[in-house]
């Protein structure tokens, strides 16, 4: 949370923040955007590398088909219109780990614009515009610390250079950190589902810079903003946008300006840090990338590409809702990740009655994967399995107690649902002389509960039910008992 500011509500209350998003994600080709060098992650230092990736001077980049597929159809999936012809562009700075001294990028004809997707938001949903989505090259890696000589150098691993990247850049649409947070959700998920990247934040394949700034409420210029760079979880991002807004409200509250500048998050101390002033485009000198072609993307690969979109959360949730009859809220829970959906599906389709099975795997599954810190990939129970219980509760052959004592010794020896019900299931009474037995008993024991349930009170049923159930442990078919109890209470024999 914000600490060490002191803005009260009511002072918080006088402004309102603006906050546009920067997000880079790292595509899943197996080879760099310009050269044929691998992009496997952990290899030995500066051991993915050739010429081009090293900026040697004479080196010529080509670019990487897949690549431009990928950032095509990511651009679909956030509704953005691609350009016919996009133009790579030099994006000229100096850091170490950069030996070219520019970046291949884009600039103003970037691969696609206009995009937008709506975020949930109180109920309620919120379009959140893209201005643009470009793809560019990743720059190296400078090793500060980790190496038996880091008190004395500074070390360069090259083989991140040249990785293909696109960047979606957010229209300032945001007025909180939680709607932040909301879009920078929602966008990893699209974009897992497109497959066209992993988003692994550890790895660095989704890295993201915050644009904040705060203005009077009502008035309609921005305030001046700043840029929070390098912060490696979507929490800490919510964190230091929340610290920035308090930060920049007191600087103005007490008479001071906003400087536009470069902020790192420190996520230990829980605030922002001035790094440096913010450059202007024009300080990178972007200019037409002379080695490299404009870049045409047809309306025929454009169709071509649109094939391989699959559909996508929101969508998939709206339908799962209509095809299945479960929440928004169950709908929510369990698309979740794109595989936890596959599979619910499959069993739903395969159930009879696809609301018990989103109940079960909410609360019977996903409880029991969540206490063993297990994914969903590592449940004991397959779909399959849930499916099955679900069907068997369904038809009243089982008891929902008896299912979660199945769920237990199916957890407990990391064993399918099938076969823990083979070996365990219960031995039906089936013989209803047996069963008549136990009624007659249950009636003798509560004349009271007979009395009412003949002057009337038929909901007494469940009660009676249930002590039939508890006196046969559970094994007798509950809607036979049903059946039976009816008749017996009603003639009072
Ligand atoms: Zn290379």
Known sequence: MASGTHVSAAVREKYEPVIGLEVHVQLLTATKIFCGCSTHFGAPPNSNVCPVCLGLPGALPVLNRRAVEFAVLAAQALNCQVRETSIFARKNYFYPDLPKGYQISQFDKS?????????????GKKKIGITRLHMEEDAGKSIHDGLADSNAYTSIDLNRSGTPLIEIVSEPDMRSADEAYAYLTLMKEIILYTGVSDCNMEEGS????????????????????????????????????????????????????????????????GRTYSMRSKEQAHDYRYFPEPDLLPLVVDANSL?????????????????????????????????????????????????????????????????????????????????????????????????????????????????????????EKPQQ?????????????????????????????????????????????????????????????????
């Open 429 to 493: 009474i089936t013989d209803t002389s047996e069963i008549e037995k136990i009624i007659d008993e249950v009636i003798a024991r509560n004349p009271k509960q007979v009395e009412q349930y003949r002057a009337g009170k038929t909901t007494i049923l469940g009660f009676f039910v249930g002590q039939v159930m508890k006196a046969t442990k559970g094994q007798a078919k509950p809607e036979l008992v049903n059946e039976m109890l009816k008749k017996h209470l009603a003639t009072g024999s």
């Open 206 to 269: 989704l890295r993201c810079d915050a644009n904040v700034s705060v203005r009077p409420r009502g008035q309609e210029k921005f305030g001046t903003k700043t840029e929070i760079k390098n912060v490696n979880s979507f929490r800490f991002i919510r964190d230091a946008i929340e610290y920035e807004i308090d930060r920049q409200i007191e600087v103005i509250e007490s008479g001071g300006k906003i400087q536009q500048e470069t902020r790192l998050y420190n996520s230990s101390e």
């Open 111 to 123: 691969l696609a614009e206009h995009g937008h997707i709506q975020i949930a938001l109180n109920g």
């Open 303 to 423: 169709a071509a590409i649109r094939k391989n979109l699959p559909e996508l959360p929101e969508a998939r949730r709206q339908r799962m809702v209509a095809e299945y009859g479960i929440t928004d809220y169950d709908a929510q829970v369990l698309t979740a990740s794109k595989r936890l959906a596959d599979q619910f599906e499959d069993a739903a389709r395969a159930a009879k009655n696809p609301k018990r099975v989103a109940n079960l795997v909410q609360s019977e599954l996903m409880g029991r994967l969540k206490a063993r810190g297990l994914e969903i990939d590592q449940s004991p129970i397959s779909m399959k399995g849930v499916a099955m219980s679900a069907d068997l509760v369904e038809s009243g052959a089982i008891s929902s107690k008896i299912l979660k004592d199945l769920y237990d010794k199916a957890f407990a020896g990391g064993e399918d649902f099938a076969a823990v019900y083979e070996r």
